[in-house]
């Protein structure tokens, strides 16, 4: 008799939801998310929309969102966070149906009065003369913001870290370290945001634009440290000096009296900010098949109210398990491996942006969301990610509702093979609906197979061969496997703001076709390697996601080209 974790791997509803607290919790200090400042008067741009949004719980009642592509901070607020326009707040309480707008007519927006707000380009630039231009090579929609990282020897993003006080921001700027803290108070009833910064040694002077100056009432000042305040129509710009080694900025309204800037010492969060672990209870099957299917129970009671919607799980070689959620938490998992009806779930790090994929490489977990691949790191031993490393954005993520981060792999090289949705309704970007393998370092990245509409891939951890599924809309039948080959094939899918039928390149041959009523709707494939699970021991499993259900793909390579049976095997 063998168990399988199907009920963990497959969508939950619980059977009476309490109900849970708001999705934005207001104790945690960042959270990510698409943001929307189009409108945003009055200094609105067509095209200013975040795709990468770290949005920072600064307290009293103000945020900012960082902007981990441009390294700018797109805007500050006050208020409630945002709006609920994104997928995962919309459909949060479990009350209906609900689905996102396709495209980007209606995209999560600051949800309070702007205190400052920056357009597309750079917050930091090299040199000695500003350019409120953005840089990076347009999409095939050139009003499409999503265009990815400036390169690497001019600025990136690093780390984001969890402290005592909010998070620190790790980027370079012409390849040295800048460190940065946002914290808020308020001053004679208003709004002051402060930006903190420690620089590493730099053979360059480098520019920070802080915000636009037609931002109604606004007002910013420098604290002398050796930066400057450059005199600037259009934005307020700081010269940094390639000495400085630190400096802070406030920002508040005009009729604000801005208090003394001071750099409050930031230390990291030494005790567990969710010490509780939760034990839930796993039903063992008393069927006699062959194959049989335990219940585990999520921890949809805990003493955060915070729903529990899975999207994937990964295994460290002890057996402990990570399973990421919907809603940007990562929860660790024990006991799965026992007989003894209880699982235990710790809250390991919260704030991700729609992870639908997680996998472990060498023993570290890293998730795969809209701003990228993040290694998560536990550095200081108690239990939680307090490190958030952005191992690769070196590519792109465009705007679009549906440009989901549908799966995470591990190649036998090290490198990782990703799968990006593809459905596009107001921007055509290169890369929706492909397959990519980021380099093992994540520096730089090469396409697997494009004209996907929501592919979800599998590698094969021995021999590295790739395969890929799709699910059925708009071009795309029911329901494709495919086994990618370079160069990069194209796969059908056309996004119904293209001329239809005008196809790019022919469209590649699929392994094998699971017709409809077999297997309406398809997500990853996986390699049961070391599985211990009798006659499927390294089999392709290939997992339905509609209805609940696992197939085995039988490879035939005695043909011209390769050819699969489908057979399903746990329902």
């Not at 927006?109 to 000695?128: R, T």
């Not at 570290?364 to 690769?392: P, Y």
């Not at 799709?470 to 899918?493: C, N, R, V």
């Amino acid at each position: 008799m063998k168990r399988t974790l199907l009920a963990l791997l497959c969508p939950i509803v619980a059977a009476a939801a309490p109900k849970y607290a708001p999705w934005i919790e207001p104790d945690f200090p960042f959270f990510s998310t698409t943001l929307d400042l189009r409108d945003a008067k009055p200094d609105s741009v067509p095209m200013n929309v975040t795709p990468r949004g770290l949005v920072l719980n600064l307290g009293n009642g103000a945020w900012a969102c960082f902007d981990v592509d441009l390294l700018r901070v797109a805007a500050m607020w006050t208020g409630n966070g945002v709006t609920p326009e994104a997928l995962g707040p919309l459909s949060y309480q479990e009350t209906g149906n609900h689905k996102t707008l396709g495209g980007q007519v209606k995209l999560p927006k600051p949800a309070g009065p702007l205190l400052l707000v920056n357009g597309i380009y750079p917050g930091w630039q090299v040199g000695e003369r500003v350019s409120l231009e953005d840089p990076r090579e347009p999409q095939p929609s050139v009003e499409e913001p999503g265009r990815g990282p400036l390169p690497e020897n001019v600025a990136r993003f690093k780390t984001l870290r969890i402290a005592d006080r909010g998070v620190v921001l790790d980027y370079t700027v012409a390849g040295a370290l800048v460190q940065e803290t946002i914290t808020a108070a308020k001053h004679d009833g208003a709004p002051i945001v402060q930006r903190h910064f420690r620089l590493a040694p730099c053979e360059q002077p480098r520019l920070l634009v802080l915000g636009s100056r037609k931002a109604k009432g606004a007002e910013a000042s420098v604290l002398l440290s050796g930066a400057t305040m450059l005199d600037h129509a259009d934005a307020w710009i700081v010269r940094v000096p390639a000495e400085t080694r630190e400096f802070s900025v406030s920002i508040s309204h005009a009729s604000a009296t801005p208090p003394a800037l001071t750099v409050r010492p930031v230390t990291p969060l030494a005790a567990p900010r969710w010490p509780q672990e939760i034990t839930t209870n796993v039903t063992l099957s008393t069927a006699k098949d062959a194959y049989i299917v335990d219940d585990i129970a999520p921890p949809f009671a805990n003493p955060w109210r915070r729903n529990v919607r899975l999207c994937d799980v990964a295994f460290f070689k002890d057996g402990t398990a990570a399973a990421s959620t919907f809603d940007g938490d990562v929860w660790l998992i024990r006991g799965l491996a026992t007989t003894q009806g209880k699982a235990t779930w710790k809250r390991f790090t919260s704030g991700l942006h729609e992870p639908m994929s997680i996998a472990i490489r060498d023993e570290q977990l890293f998730a795969f969301d809209r701003n990228g691949i993040w290694r998560l790191l536990d550095t200081d031993g108690n239990g939680e990610a307090d490190v958030h490393e952005l191992f690769s954005n070196a590519f792109p993520q465009s705007g679009e509702t549906r440009e989901f981060p549908n799966s995470l792999k591990v190649a036998p090289d090290g490198s990782f093979v990703i799968a990006k949705g593809g459905q596009q309704d107001s921007t055509i970007s290169k890369l929706n609906g492909s397959v990519l393998r980021v380099a093992a370092d994540g520096k730089s990245y090469s396409v697997l197979g494009t004209g996907f509409r929501q592919p979800y891939a599998g590698v094969n951890p021995k021999t590295g061969l790739v395969t890929a599924g799709d699910q059925e809309g708009q071009y795309t039948p029911t329901s494709p496997l495919y086994i990618l080959k370079e160069p990069a094939e194209f796969h059908g899918f056309l996004s119904a703001l293209l001329p239809k039928e005008e196809y790019p390149a022919p469209i590649a041959e699929p392994l094998t076709w699971i017709p409809h009523q077999v297997n309406a709707s398809a997500i990853s494939q996986t390699w049961l390697y070391g599985a211990k699970m009798g006659v499927l021991n390294e089999s392709l499993i290939h997992v339905g996601f509609n209805r609940p259900e696992l197939f085995r793909v039988m490879l035939n390579n005695r043909a011209s080209r390769p050819q699969a049976a489908v057979v399903s095997w746990l329902r």
